[in-house]
């Protein structure tokens, strides 16, 4: 009986591993999307950085906001520019797998 139990079994086993994406799909999924506001907006399709906004302040000068260069950055170092508060970048709550496939990712496209 066991035997049988083990024979149907396995190719459900391949079958499931085959299912799962990679760290890059994952990473690039939770870049493009992680808690519903893309990391892509604001620091470009392979985290070049780009401008956000444009204004012109009380004195009449143009001010840009731009999403700061992150290609470059250590894991340690992107780790806790997401965990920390700023004023214009939303929190995320990532977990540190979900950072480290980020990070990969963002690794890849350089």
């Given at each position: 009986?066991?035997?049988?139990?083990?024979?149907f079994?396995?190719?459900?086993?391949?079958?499931?591993?085959?299912?799962?994406?990679?760290?890059?799909?994952?990473?690039e999924?939770?870049?493009?999307?992680?808690?519903?506001?893309?990391?892509?907006?604001?620091?470009?399709?392979?985290?070049?950085?780009?401008?956000?906004?444009?204004?012109?302040?009380?004195?009449?000068?143009?001010?840009?906001?731009?999403?700061?260069?992150?290609?470059?950055?250590?894991?340690?170092?992107?780790?806790?520019?997401?965990?920390?508060?700023?004023?214009?970048?939303?929190?995320?709550?990532?977990?540190?797998?979900?950072?480290?496939?980020?990070?990969?990712?963002?690794?890849?496209?350089?």
């Open positions: 009986m066991n035997f049988y139990k083990l024979i079994l396995l190719p459900l086993s391949l079958i499931g591993e085959s299912d799962f994406i990679t760290d890059l799909e994952y990473g999924m939770l870049y493009n999307n992680p808690r519903g506001v893309s990391c892509a907006l604001c620091h470009g399709k392979n985290g070049e950085g780009k401008d956000i906004v444009e204004y012109r302040n009380r004195e009449d000068k143009l001010v840009v906001i731009r999403g700061t260069d992150i290609r470059y950055k250590t894991f340690d170092n992107l780790k806790k520019t997401v965990a920390r508060n700023h004023r214009i970048m939303p929190k995320y709550y990532l977990t540190d797998e979900e950072v480290k496939v980020i990070y990969k990712y963002l690794s890849s496209r350089k």
